[in-house]
């Protein structure tokens, strides 16, 4: 209980500050604009969602060796935070990319990527839901959560040489990373820690709440009543 | 899991024994039964019938599209595939039979999953030409078969591991490629642009760094698949 | 309705001198995205914290059919 209290208190004052920090600390971007702010959520969005992917895989491999539910808990909730960062990366870097390069989306490696990795977590969350409850559901998607991650380089490398073959149009200034001044470097930062606390505070409370989900399974079973 | 295995000969010899034993036996029900690639090679022939419907018959703009086409063939055919391989299975209770077998789970993937690389193969065999014919393309390209043998092995590997877990969900028929195209997305890119580059007349030189992803991807999910099988199949 | 649109503008207001006159154009997808970053959070917590309760409930519920069964054997 403690733990949740402090990682939640945690996050929110570092979000708090990471929010200041955005809009009345980090300068203005010179060629992007007002909207180069978003990269303060879309980055750390991306990062998060691809540590969420890689707490799945450690947890699964984990469940499939020691056989403890509690890492099945974990990778269950590791993978639904997972899309949901993952999704607002999504959306995030649509909004971004409309201003900066004047089209809604672009085939990136990186964009590309995170568009299957979506599709793969999905996936994930669809085979926990259909497979048969229980043992079952969580030997099923540990299997997916390991074959999914090691699929992530593989990916990443067809999405780069397919995009050098069909380079998109894009128009206006390329996002092609100008330096960050020390003041974006900072705010930069102070987000990643917060979208990370944040995201470790949502982990424990949605690991309880499917300890609880599995109990109460567990109990109905027991006394079909209720 | 090597005390699944027949006690006392865990040889090189024994462990192609079990595996072809099973691969034999969904080989044998399938040149008795037709249940598997019959449909699927008329489902294929429609597909591509249903593509020159739709694509303009524009030749330049046939170059461009073709190789897409025929991937999208090729994988809806072997999706199908798989999910009927499995089901059938299901219905007859061959999986239990193979599991009271103490054979490793291991070999038991390799022997599956060799007999879906074959059954898609035969169906991709009688489809190129008839593709080829359609649209007025190569046909005999060594480049392009090897490809398609890799290509195909990739699907099969992690298409095997899917297929098994997807047959004992409900929606199964909707879970398999849900679950198949994530995956297999970077073979199914490959094994497009290198078609692509064989039809536009390259060297192999230009298209070898695609056919070397799919052989890694091959390699890989082999592995990872054949490691983890005992996870999906044992109760 | 009027009230949303108002507070929207509020908030762009609140915001615009903080950011400099640049680039004003694009202030919508900058307001976009951290707003529905924030909803998306809110709701998913939220969702979370409902959830919780609920099946906290329901353990008790059983709970106590469970110690009335044990009392009655």
Not at chain 2, 160 to 181: C, G, S
Not at chain 3, 29 to 57: E, G
Request: hydrophobic share 60%; with cysteine; net charge negative.
């Amino acid at each position: 209980m403690t733990l949740r209290m402090s990682l939640l208190g945690l996050s929110a004052a570092l979000m708090l500050t990471a929010l200041a920090m955005v809009f009345f600390y980090a300068p203005t971007d010179i060629v992007l604009g007002v909207s180069q702010r978003i990269f303060y959520v879309h980055v750390p969005l991306a990062l998060v969602g691809f540590l969420a992917f890689a707490v799945v895989a450690v947890c699964s491999i984990g469940y499939l060796w020691k056989g403890s539910e509690r890492m099945d808990n974990v990778a269950y909730a590791a993978a639904e935070i997972g899309v949901l960062f993952t999704s607002l990366m999504l959306i995030t870097g649509m909004l971004w990319a409309k201003p900066a390069w004047g089209v809604w989306w672009s085939w990136s490696p990186q964009l590309t990527t995170s568009l299957i990795l979506w599709f793969l977590y999905a996936a994930y969350l669809m085979l926990r839901a259909y497979a048969p409850p229980g043992e079952t559901a969580a030997r099923y998607a540990a299997v997916l959560g390991i074959i999914g991650f090691i699929d992530v380089p593989i990916v990443y490398m067809a999405a780069r040489w397919w995009r050098d073959l069909h380079p998109n149009k894009v128009l206006g200034p390329l996002a092609e990373e100008s330096a960050l001044e020390p003041p974006m470097q900072l705010t930069f930062l102070v987000s990643i820690l917060a979208f990370t606390a944040l995201f470790a505070w949502l982990m424990t409370e949605r690991t309880e709440l499917r300890r609880q989900e599995i109990q109460v399974e567990r109990m109905r079973y027991i006394y079909g009543e209720a | 899991m090597s005390e699944q295995r027949a006690p006392g000969a865990p040889t090189g010899a024994s462990w192609w024994a079990a595996i072809l034993a099973v691969l034999w036996k969904d080989l044998l029900l399938e040149s008795r039964t037709r249940e598997i690639v019959t449909p699927i090679v008329v489902f294929s022939l429609l597909v591509i019938v249903i593509f020159s419907f739709v694509l303009d018959p524009n030749p330049r703009l046939i170059e461009s599209v073709a190789p897409g086409a025929l991937w999208v063939a090729f994988t809806f055919a072997g999706i199908l595939g798989l999910n009927r391989a499995f089901a059938l299975e299901k219905e007859r209770g061959g999986m239990e039979g193979l599991l009271l077998s103490p054979v490793g789970r291991d070999l038991l993937y390799f022997g599956k999953m060799l007999g879906a690389f074959l059954f898609m193969l035969v169906v991709e065999i009688i489809m190129l030409p008839a593709f080829s014919a359609v649209f007025n393309l190569p046909l005999v390209e060594p480049g392009l078969w090897l490809v398609i043998v890799l290509a195909t092995f990739g699907f099969a590997t992690v298409g095997t591991a899917f297929a098994a877990m997807a047959v004992n969900t409900r929606a199964r028929e909707i879970l398999l490629p849900v679950l198949f195209f994530p995956v297999a997305a970077p073979v199914i890119i490959a094994a497009a642009e290198a078609t692509r580059a064989v039809y536009a007349g390259d060297s192999f030189a230009d298209y070898s760094n695609w056919v070397g992803l799919i052989a890694a991807f091959d390699v890989i999910f082999a592995v990872v698949a054949a490691a983890t099988f005992e996870f999906i199949v044992n109760e | 309705m009027a009230k949303r649109n108002g507070l929207l503008a509020a908030a762009l207001l609140l915001l615009l001198p903080a950011l400099g006159a640049e680039g004003e154009e694009f202030l919508p997808f900058l307001f976009a995205a951290f707003a529905i970053t924030w909803v998306a959070f809110f709701a998913y917590a939220f969702f979370i914290a409902r959830k919780q309760a609920d099946l906290k409930q329901e353990i008790e519920v059983l709970r106590s059919l469970q110690d009335k069964d044990d009392d009655s054997e």
